[in-house]
């Protein structure tokens, strides 16, 4: 049904007043709205431009096809010890990226990381050697690391805007006040005006309201050993990294959790079986020869505490 011409001329209206509270230009908004309208009548044809599947079917039907190029995607991990994991799955998505651009005008437009001072403190920064090793091209990646939250923030809504960047990575720490709901809707019209995506990393960090299409959970999972060339395993050996992935924001009444094995040479996603190695990190002995002796000099073991019965005080 078509929209009465009153209430669409009040849309508009209202759309180019948040335009200038925000700082953006009216006639990118209303071009976006022009496009969005002219284009609702194919929207299969025109979302498939504007997604990056990740190659699994389960996963890709989840989220509709694939990760937006036009919005958010936050990617956070629980605990900083495990921002490996969040930095890991955000550089793999940076990958498939290039290398769906390859062949496309923007093959030679890098990737920009832009992280604030505090996470980089903590989660480290990018190594050249190790971007090339886990299928990105060091050449095509850019990083910047602002002192201040506030200047962060500033240049990840510079590069969004411009275009240039065919993805823009933003790394915080946690879930600082001065990154908000607010701060979010402004990231979000700038990456839907201009069609390019915005991956949140949030290292540390809890589930809050945010404008993000979708919202990972990365946690690091145990990885495989690796194939020979022969067919055989290399006993001992750590193979390509593993993911535990936790869908938590989608259009699914209840998170999915998938295991996924990124192939650095291929860019690509493979599924684990959950019955691949039942055993757990924490349930393999570390040292599989003769446990050690305790020492002599500590203390002994708390005993345990049996049963207790309540008695009645007698005086």
């Keep these: 049904m078509a929209q009465p011409a009153v209430t669409r001329e009040r849309l508009f209206a209202l759309r180019e007043a948040i335009a200038k509270l925000e700082g953006k230009p009216a006639p990118a908004l209303a071009a ?13 044809k025109n979302k498939g431009v504007l ?20 919005g958010i995607t936050e990617v956070r991990s629980g605990h900083l010890r495990e921002a490996g994991a969040g930095s890991g799955f955000a550089l793999a998505l940076a990958a498939m990226l290039q290398r769906q651009t390859e062949e496309s005008p923007n093959a030679s437009l890098p990737i920009l990381w832009i992280a604030d001072m505090v996470s980089t403190l903590e989660a480290g920064a990018p190594y050249a050697i190790g971007l090339r090793d886990f299928g990105l091209k060091p050449e095509k990646f850019f990083y910047a690391s602002p002192r201040k939250l506030e200047d962060a923030l500033w240049l990840a809504e510079a590069a969004v805007e411009s275009g240039v960047f065919p993805a823009t990575i933003l790394e915080i720490r946690g879930n600082p006040k001065r990154f908000g709901l607010t701060e979010s809707r402004r ?3 700038r990456a839907k005006a201009v069609q390019r995506p915005l ?3 949030r290292q540390a960090g809890v589930e809050e309201a945010s ?3 979708f919202r990972f959970l990365a946690a690091p999972a145990p990885a495989r050993v690796r194939h020979l060339p022969d067919g055989t395993n290399l006993d001992g050996s750590i193979g390509n990294p593993v993911f535990h992935l936790t869908l938590e924001k989608s259009r699914n009444p ?5 295991l996924l094995e990124w192939n650095p040479h291929d860019r690509r996603f493979f599924a684990v079986s959950q019955s691949v190695d039942p055993c757990l ?14 020492s002599s000099n500590r203390p002994d073991r708390k005993k345990e505490m049996g049963a207790l019965l309540a008695f009645a005080r007698t005086s």
């Design 281 to 294: 990190p924490d349930e393999r002995a570390a040292h599989l020869g003769t446990p050690i002796s305790a």
């Design 51 to 70: 997604r990056l599947p990740l190659g699994i079917p389960a996963l890709d039907e989840a989220i509709d096809g694939g990760l937006p190029l036009d």
């Design 199 to 201: 991956f949140l990393l």
């Design 211 to 213: 404008s993000a299409y």
């Design 254 to 258: 209840a998170p999915l959790s998938f």
């Design 187 to 189: 990231l979000s019209l």
């Design 32 to 44: 976006a709205e022009s496009e969005a309208l002219a284009d609702k009548g194919t929207p299969a």
